[in-house]
C-alpha cells in the first residue's frame, strides 16, 4: 500500500513554471507505477502524465508533451512532475496515483490509490 501526498502547487502566471512532488508512505513504492491527473472546476479528471515502476517509460497526455516533465526518485519514494510553459488551461487540481502495475495507465479508474491534490492556478 502507498498513500500518495501531493505539494508544490500555488499561484503563478502564464509562462512561468512549477514543480509538484508527491512523497509516497509505505516501502512497496517500487511496485507501483504513478501518474499525474488533474481535474479543473466542472470537468472530468483528465491523464497528464504517467511513469514507469522503473522510472524507464513515460507517457504524456497531448497537452502535456514537451511542456511537462515526470520523473521518479525511488530512493526518496516520490514522483515529480516539472511543468514548464504554463497556460492558464492549465489551472487545476493535481493529483498523484499509483497504478499496481509495471508500465503505468493513462486510465483514473485504473489506479489503485489517491492524493488529495494539489491546487495549480495560472494567472494570464
Known amino acids: 500500500q502507498v498513500l500518495p501526498a501531493e505539494s508544490g502547487g500555488g499561484l503563478v502566471q502564464a509562462g512561468g513554471s512549477l514543480r509538484l512532488s508527491c512523497a509516497t508512505s509505505?516501502?512497496?513504492?517500487?511496485?507501483?507505477?504513478m501518474g499525474w491527473f488533474r481535474q479543473a472546476p466542472g470537468e472530468e479528471r483528465e491523464f497528464v502524465a504517467a511513469i514507469s515502476r522503473s522510472g524507464a517509460s513515460t507517457y504524456y497526455a497531448t497537452s502535456a508533451k514537451g511542456r511537462f516533465t515526470i520523473a521518479r526518485d525511488n530512493a526518496k519514494n516520490t514522483v515529480y512532475l516539472q511543468m514548464n510553459s504554463l497556460k492558464p488551461e492549465d489551472t487545476a487540481v493535481y493529483y498523484c496515483?499509483?497504478?499496481?502495475?509495471?508500465?503505468?495507465?493513462?486510465?483514473?479508474?485504473?489506479?489503485?490509490?489517491w492524493g488529495k491534490g494539489t491546487l495549480v492556478t495560472v494567472s494570464s
Open positions: 496515483a499509483a497504478d499496481l502495475s509495471a508500465l503505468g495507465s493513462r486510465k483514473p479508474q485504473d489506479m489503485d490509490y
Open positions: 509505505g516501502r512497496s513504492f517500487t511496485y507501483y507505477a
